[in-house]
């Protein structure tokens, strides 16, 4: 009966223990693909776990070792959710208050202490009402690929995006470098960051062209992390980031913005409720001053300059 009982305080004691050890945040691929759509950074997806082994007496005198899980050199992430609009880089691609549902994977692989290789893929569908007014489908198919290599709080990423657009017949091939830096300032942690990204084509009026060739996109932003309850379980992920276009979105008249593009902040509230599970409701604002055009593909006109929106996501990590 004894040993009966020490099993079962040895395990309600692991138990939160072992939840405190855990790290959670995104691979770089997923989270330069969530920067690249000017969503927030989905939060709450535990891609390592720390070693800790604990040797202690309970009050009854009895002793207890708590053996952690060892640090994995492999993580694989899984996602679902849905955005009130889908937003790209500052513009309304569906319009009309369409939304949109997704879904994404990806492995991680970290084959030396500093570095990771990530690959995935995300796929959203949705609808637009075309310049007819009648309903038509919206598909997006991306896969990426990226190197992360850390110096100390450094991380510096390097890597690739196909996007591909199966109802408009069309594609696009980008390479991006990101870098991003971690402060900690007690539980808190601040992160500027900033990636850069350039269009390889198609170009745009071949068969398959998006955009023009050579367009790009530069990205910088501040994100945070504050634990508010349960050990860091329930914490608040705002961020805030400044845009800028070279030839990537057009504008109402046919030219292609260039410059600023928009401004954009938000809030999440990542839940972590198990070890591998965790939801991410978030409201974000963005704020354009380029009469941003979401383009002929998709038929759906002007963004406005004030745009509201919101989400959720839920995460699965291995």
């Given amino acids: ?67 952690e899980e060892e640090d994995k050199w492999w993580a694989v992430n899984a996602s679902t959710g849905w955005d009130s609009l889908y937003m790209f880089r500052g513009v309304n691609v569906l319009g009309n208050g369409n939304g949109l549902y997704w879904l994404s994977a990806d492995l991680t692989v970290t084959p030396w202490e500093n570095g990771a290789l990530s690959a995935g893929v995300w796929y959203g569908v949705g609808s637009y009402y075309n310049g007819a007014n009648t309903q038509a489908r919206y598909g997006e198919l991306d896969l990426f ?109 046919g030219t292609w913005a260039r410059g600023g593009n928009n401004w954009q902040t938000g809030i999440a509230l990542p839940v972590q409720f198990t070890s591998w599970f965790s939801v991410s409701p978030y409201i974000a604002y963005s704020y354009q001053w380029q009469n941003l055009y979401a383009g002929p593909g998709t038929g759906t006109g002007a963004t406005a300059v004030n745009t509201f929106w919101g989400g959720v996501s839920a995460n699965f990590s291995f």
């Avoid at 860091?232 to 990537?248: I, R």
């Fill in 145 to 253: 690929a990226d190197y992360t290599h850390s110096f100390g709080n450094l991380d510096l990423t390097v890597g690739y995006i196909y996007y591909y657009y199966p109802q408009l017949f069309a594609s696009q091939n980008e390479i991006f470098f990101g870098a991003a830096y971690n402060i900690e300032i007690g539980n808190i942690t601040i992160t500027p960051n900033t990636a850069y990204y350039y269009n390889l084509g198609p170009e745009l009026g071949s068969p398959a062209g998006a955009v023009p060739g050579g367009s790009s996109w530069w990205q910088m932003g501040v994100s945070a992390e504050v634990p508010v309850a349960y050990d860091g379980a329930v914490s608040l992920a705002p961020y805030t980031q400044f845009g800028l276009s070279f030839n990537v979105n057009p504008e109402a008249d």
């Fill in 1 to 67: 009966m004894k040993n009966i009982i020490a099993l079962i305080a040895s395990a309600l004691l692991a138990t939160p223990l072992a939840m405190a050890q855990v790290e959670t945040g995104t691979s770089a691929g997923a989270e330069a693909l969530d920067m690249a759509r000017s969503a927030p950074i989905s939060a709450g997806r535990t891609t390592s776990e720390t070693v800790t082994v604990t040797d202690y007496k309970t009050a009854s005198g009895k002793e207890v070792v708590v053996v």
